[in-house]
């Protein structure tokens, strides 16, 4: 019964930055864990960031971490993914998702999805 709307992708060049949003609706916002996947063509869907229900630290994969920020704000119902130094590697529709549940790597853990924006990275 969520429903979840990604914006903010776009045409960067490499080394630039975007921030994306994600609105989410229709759910106890707080009572769900948050997280970003990013899926290029071809390839299986894989995880970039997310934020435990719970709060603490939190999560990044490997190749995101030092460059790539996720943080929600409860009040008003928003997940960002501020995404800075961006490789011409990072260009993938990029997904917003939500588990009633901890934090997950795997992308099947996750309950709801938003329909995804591009982001794409030119040299």
């Known amino acids: 019964q969520v429903q979840l709307v990604e914006s903010g992708g776009g045409l960067v060049q490499a080394g630039g930055s975007l921030r994306l949003s994600c609105a989410a609706s229709?759910?106890?916002?707080?009572?769900?864990?948050m997280g970003w996947f990013r899926q290029a063509p071809e390839k299986e869907r894989v995880f970039v960031a997310a934020?435990?229900?719970?709060?603490?630290?939190?999560s990044y994969g490997e190749s995101m971490r030092g460059r790539f920020t996720i943080s929600r704000d409860n009040a008003k119902n928003m997940v960002y993914l501020q995404m800075n130094s961006l490789k011409p590697e990072d260009t993938a529709v990029y997904y917003c998702?939500?588990?009633?549940?901890?934090?997950?790597?795997?992308?099947?853990?996750?309950?709801?999805w938003g329909q995804g924006t591009q982001v794409t990275v030119s040299l």
């Open positions: 998702a939500a588990r009633a549940s901890g934090l997950s790597f795997l992308s099947s853990r996750y309950d709801y």
């Open positions: 229709g759910g106890t916002f707080s009572s769900y864990t």
């Open positions: 934020f435990d229900r719970y709060g603490g630290s939190p």
